[in-house]
């Protein structure tokens, strides 16, 4: 594509499709990863990992779907539904079990974990999503978690899910689900220079040849993107990819800040007709908001004043004609 050529890659650095090979090992990012295949390893029942939308959530849960080895059996879960019945079906649909009846799936399922339990082996279920779970779906995880021996579980579980996963589990109908919960995480934005990093990390793995690969951001473009993103890797990817489409637009082999405010332009009016909007600081806002607020400060202390003067001079009259004059030029200035 010439849109590639331009820049001298062989792929698309930003796109929104978690892929492992493009994984920027952030530090907070890899202390969970590193954690959660811990937990795993020791068979501690139900792992939580929260974070906001956009955090990385699904990238995370693709390594360690790429992490598991063949002795390890993975239920992989990326569009839960809030129903018992369909919770069980589903990971036994993922082991390879056929179940009839609703009801012979734990059945099915801890016949199944007990076999690959004395083999030698493990089994996973890994929950995307988890907050589309709801209460129903939940309590079905809780069962799930009852699956053990006299010594350990039989049956690993990973929830990632947004912060209203942990809205939920704060009610006190799903405390026996919290309580199983033996470990929780949060995964937040990346600092400003692991998001700078995080740029050139993806041009240079997406670069014709990395080795070689030439600073496609200037330095000042890179610190606006992170800026305006906060961190968030998603909002990276949109910014970082409508950054590129504006240089290439311009013919500019390399993005400088124009390119990265042409693209929070763009990204913004997107996100309006959203649910999620881009993350933007105060210095990115509006300035009509500040002059708004500076107006309707200034109207208050004038009348204030005009108030104060009328009352101690008794002035029939009326206002004192300075303050009618200011009053005039605010108003002027309003209506512009």
Known sequence: MPYLAHFKLAEHPFSLTPDTALYFPGQ??????????????????????????????????????????????????????????????????????????A???????????????????????????????????????????????????????VLFGQPELDTLLLRYDLRQVAQRINFSFELKPLTKPEAIGYVRYRVKMASRDPDTATEVFSEKALSALAHAARGNPRWMNILGDKSLLAAYAEGATQVRPKHVREALQEARQLSMRSRHKLPVGWWRRPASYALTTVVMLS?????GAAMYIAISQRDAGGIHPWLSEKIALLTRRMNE
């Open 28 to 101: 907070v990012h890899q202390e969970v990863y590193e954690s959660v295949r811990y937990a795993i390893e020791r068979g501690e029942g139900i792992v939580k990992v929260s974070g906001e939308v956009g955090t990385g959530k699904s990238m995370l849960c693709r390594m360690l779907l790429d992490a598991t080895g063949r002795e390890t059996a993975v239920a992989y879960l990326n569009n839960p539904r809030n129903d018992e019945e369909w919770v069980a079906r589903a990971v036994c649909r993922e082991f390879g079990l056929e179940v009839g009846l």
């Open 103 to 157: 009801a012979d799936s734990y059945d099915s399922l801890n016949k199944f974990l007990i076999q690959k339990h004395a083999e030698g082996a493990s089994a996973v279920v890994i929950v995307d999503e988890a907050q589309a779970l709801g209460e129903t779906g939940l309590e079905s995880i809780r069962l799930l978690s009852n699956l053990e021996t006299g010594k350990r579980k039989l049956l690993q579980i």
């Open 299 to 303: 109207c208050a202390a004038v009348l």
